[in-house]
C-alpha cells in the first residue's frame, strides 16, 4: 500500500477533476479492486466473506455489510493484525487521549450512532490525508468565500461536542497536540456548555470560520440578533444534522454571511461537498454510494431510497465495502448548473429535536448531540432515546450490554443526564425508565436519539 501524503492527496484531487469520464471511470475501478484485494489478503474476516470471489468482479458481486456485523468481528476486520477492539477500549477510558494516536499510528474515532449503535474507527495517517486533501481543495462553495477566509487570518472554531472521541473535537485536538502555536487560529468549544459560556469563547475568539451542528448554531440566532454575541464570520460550515432552508437563510441574516453545508460521516470523511445550487456532489474517486432498498437492491435516479451502501476507496485499515448508512437519498446524474460534472445528491437528513425546559418561567432550549453526548459516555449503556415530555418530564428508554443490571444503569445515566441539566440552570426535572424499548419511527424507519414530545 503506498504512502499518501496531504499534498499529494490535494494534487489527486485537482487531477480527477480534470479527467474525461472514461479516465475516472478507470480510476475507480482500480481503486476498488486495489481495496478489495488488500481486504482479502490482510482481513480474515473479508477473506472469508470473498474466497469464492473471482479476480473479475463487480461491485454488485460484493455482498454488503453494516455497522452491527462489522462491529461483532472488530478483531477479524481491521487489516492490522495487532489491533484488538479491547485495547481501544482501553485506550478510549482516559479521555485525554482524544486527538492522541493509539499505538503511535492511529486516531481513534467514533460515530454518532444514527441508528443507536455506534462504531469504533481507526484513521491511519493515509486515511487522515486523504480527508484533509478533499477537505482543502473543495469545501469552499463558492471562491470569494475562500479567499476571505484566507484574508482573515483564517481563524477557525467549531461548537462540537466533547468529551468523547468524536470526528469533530478529536481532530482539532490531534492538529493543535502536533502544532501547538496554532491554538490562536483553531479552536473547539464544547456544545455542551450554556450557551452564555458558548457566547463568551465565541466572543473572545472571533472566529473568521464559524462551524458546528446547525441546532447548536440556531440557539446562537438570537445571541447574535441581541448584541450578546457579537462576532463577524465570513462563512459558516455547518455538519453532523441536516441544514434546513429555513435554518440556512436564518443564520445568513443574523450572521451576514453565506451559509453551507455537507455531507459526511465518520466512516468515509466527506461523502459529498455541497455547490451554490446546495446540490451534494458525491468525491467519487474516492467514495461510491448505491442507493438501494430495504432489501439492498438499487434504487432508479431520481427516487428516494431506504438507504446507501457506502464504499470507502482509501481506507485500508478498515476497510469499508458496500456498507450500510441509513440516509435516505435521492440519486441525480442530470447536469448541474454550477458545472461541476459528479453525480449529486439531495438528502432527506437526520432529524433530533431541540428540547426545551422551563425553569422559573424562564425556557431553556437544549440542542440533541449535546443531551446525546452525555448519555453517550455512561458506562454499559448500549442504546437509548430520550423522550421529553411536558412539565420537565424526561423518559429514558434504554438498551444494555450484556449482563448489566437495568437498574443501576439507568441510575447512572439519571445522574450523567440531571448533573448535565443543572450545568444549564435546569433544576427540576422528572427522569422514569421506559418500560419501552429505543425504537425508530415506524414509518420512516429512522431512528431519533431525542424526540419532544411537549
Not at 87 to 108: T, W
Not at 364 to 373: C, E, G, R
Not at 411 to 427: G, K, M, V
Request: charged share 25%; proline share 4%; hydrophobic share 35%.
Amino acid at each position: 500500500m503506498k504512502k499518501t501524503g496531504i499534498i499529494k492527496a490535494m494534487m489527486l484531487c485537482w487531477k480527477y477533476e480534470k479527467m474525461s469520464d472514461a479516465k475516472k471511470s478507470s480510476i475507480r475501478q482500480e481503486r476498488l479492486h486495489k481495496l478489495v484485494s488488500y481486504a482479502k489478503q490482510y482481513s480474515p474476516y473479508y477473506k472469508e466473506r470473498y474466497k469464492n470471489l473471482g479476480d473479475k468482479f463487480e461491485l454488485s458481486d460484493l455482498p454488503p455489510t453494516n455497522k452491527r456485523e462489522l462491529m461483532a468481528h472488530f478483531d477479524e476486520w481491521v487489516t492490522d493484525r495487532s489491533i484488538k477492539l479491547s485495547d481501544i477500549n482501553e485506550f478510549m477510558k482516559d479521555l485525554d487521549n482524544i486527538g492522541r494516536k493509539l499505538k503511535g499510528d492511529y486516531l481513534v474515532f467514533t460515530t454518532s450512532g444514527s441508528t443507536g449503535d455506534p462504531l469504533v474507527m481507526l484513521c491511519d495517517r493515509n486515511t487522515n490525508n486523504v480527508m484533509g486533501g478533499i477537505s482543502a481543495t473543495r469545501t469552499f462553495a463558492r471562491k470569494q468565500d475562500m479567499k476571505a477566509f484566507l484574508k482573515s487570518r483564517k481563524k477557525t472554531i467549531g461548537v462540537f461536542a466533547t468529551g468523547g472521541f468524536y470526528l469533530g473535537n478529536s481532530s482539532v485536538r490531534s492538529r493543535l497536540l502536533a502544532m501547538p502555536w496554532k491554538k490562536r487560529q483553531m479552536a473547539v468549544t464544547s456544545a455542551l456548555l450554556p450557551i452564555s459560556q458558548i457566547v463568551n469563547e465565541l466572543n473572545d475568539f472571533q472566529p473568521a470560520m464559524l462551524g458546528g451542528y446547525p441546532t447548536i448554531l440556531e440557539l446562537l440566532i438570537d445571541e447574535q440578533k441581541s448584541g450578546r454575541l457579537n462576532i463577524k464570520p465570513v462563512i459558516i460550515m455547518t455538519g453532523g444534522e441536516y441544514l434546513g432552508d429555513s435554518l440556512r437563510e436564518k443564520l445568513s441574516e443574523a450572521f451576514k454571511c453565506y451559509v453551507q453545508t455537507s455531507y459526511s460521516c465518520t466512516e468515509a470523511g466527506t461523502i459529498a461537498c455541497e455547490c451554490t445550487e446546495r446540490h451534494f456532489h458525491i468525491n467519487d474517486d474516492w467514495v461510491i454510494v448505491e442507493p438501494v432498498d430495504k432489501n439492498n437492491k438499487p434504487v432508479s435516479n431520481g427516487i428516494q431510497s431506504d438507504k446507501i451502501l457506502l464504499t470507502n476507496l482509501f481506507n485500508y485499515t478498515q476497510p469499508f465495502i458496500r456498507y450500510e448508512v441509513t440516509d435516505r437519498v435521492v440519486m441525480h446524474h442530470e447536469p448541474c448548473p454550477c458545472g461541476n460534472p459528479s453525480p449529486w445528491l439531495t438528502l432527506e437528513g437526520r432529524t433530533d429535536d431541540i428540547v426545551t425546559f422551563f425553569e422559573e418561567g424562564k425556557e431553556i432550549k437544549i440542542a440533541p448531540l449535546a443531551i446525546y453526548a452525555v448519555l453517550k459516555e455512561v458506562n454499559n449503556l448500549q442504546r437509548f432515546q430520550v423522550v421529553v415530555h411536558k412539565n420537565n418530564k424526561i423518559e429514558l428508554r434504554i438498551n444494555l450490554k450484556n449482563g448489566y443490571n437495568k437498574e443501576e444503569v439507568f441510575q447512572s445515566a439519571c445522574l450523567a443526564l440531571t448533573e448535565f441539566l443543572a450545568s444549564h440552570d435546569i433544576e427540576h426535572v422528572e427522569i422514569s425508565l421506559s418500560k419501552e424499548e429505543p425504537k425508530q419511527h415506524p414509518k420512516s424507519g429512522k431512528f431519533k436519539h431525542i424526540i419532544n414530545k411537549q
